[in-house]
């Protein structure tokens, strides 16, 4: 008689090709589930039985204490901050390799960022007509405690006072004020700022106005009446948008009979 007996007294190797494949190192993101892959060699006596796993704030070593079995792929949810998955094969003698693989940081910040505060005008105030349509608008930077920090504002302008705005940031980081032609309008027109962080969360919507920018406030009210030349008198402006700094504002008339006095309502 006879019997086989197998002796395995050599650690598994280390899986290889370690990534995640729902998110990038060193990348910002708020998604808390993320999975890892890797591609585990053979152990070549008894075979690989399985891992233990240690996700922290730094690559380290787990215990010696399996976690999962002999599968390729781990799930799970993180909470805020920067993280390393660590793993280290066992075989099915119940030998562990001495080290570990690692991957990461992977970065998440679930926080909002703050919204802008200190919203005014630096051209315009609020309610107060004015003639000019580019207004520039200035803020306090918001900040973000969530770790990833500002990347940008997106502002918009329109007629409602209470828009939240959505799509993609227009203003940088690093601003605190933006400038834009609003076109001239009759209707008040108000500003929103909303801040967004470099893992994707938006903060609160920041409101300011309403702005009454109107270009084409001149108008010519009356209908002039045929004189006793057989001419209909008219009234006109040189284009220019009435100012008291400016003062080169210019009502005039035509088609009046000469040499006669007259009166201009303005």
């Known amino acids: 008689d006879s019997v086989t007996v197998y002796v395995d007294d050599t650690p598994p190797p280390l899986p290889t090709n370690l990534v995640s494949s729902t998110h990038t190192v060193n990348t910002w993101t708020n998604d808390t589930t993320i999975t890892y892959t ?7 006596v008894s075979g690989v039985d399985g891992y233990g796993v240690f996700t922290s704030t730094s690559a380290g070593l787990p215990s010696a204490s399996k976690d999962i079995e002999q599968v390729t792929s781990f799930n799970e949810t993180l909470g805020q901050g920067s993280w390393y998955f660590n793993i280290r094969p066992v075989d099915n003698s119940g030998n562990w390799n001495a080290t570990h693989a690692s991957v990461g940081p992977f970065r998440i910040d679930t926080t909002d960022p703050s919204a802008a505060t200190g919203l005014a005008s630096s ?62 309008s009759t209707s008040a027109r108000y500003f929103h700022l909303r801040t967004l962080d470099n893992a994707g969360n938006w903060g609160a919507t920041a409101h300011f106005g309403p702005i009454l920018a109107n270009a084409s ?10 004189n006793s030349l057989g001419c209909v008198p008219t009234v006109a402006t040189n284009g220019v948008q009435p100012s008291k700094s400016a003062g080169n504002f210019t009502v005039s008339c035509s088609q009046v009979i000469n040499q006669k006095n007259g009166l201009l309502f303005f």
């Open 38 to 44: 890797w591609t585990q060699p053979a152990d070549n």
């Open 123 to 184: 051209t315009h105030q609020v309610g107060v007509q004015n003639c000019s349509t580019s207004v520039t608008v200035n803020w306090n930077a918001a900040s973000d405690s969530g770790g990833s920090g500002v990347a940008g504002y997106l502002g918009v302008w329109n007629t409602s006072p209470a828009t939240v705005p959505v799509g993609i940031a227009n203003i940088a980081a690093g601003a605190t004020s933006f400038n834009a032609n609003i076109g001239s």
């Open 217 to 226: 406030s001149v108008v010519v009210y009356c209908t002039g009446k045929t």
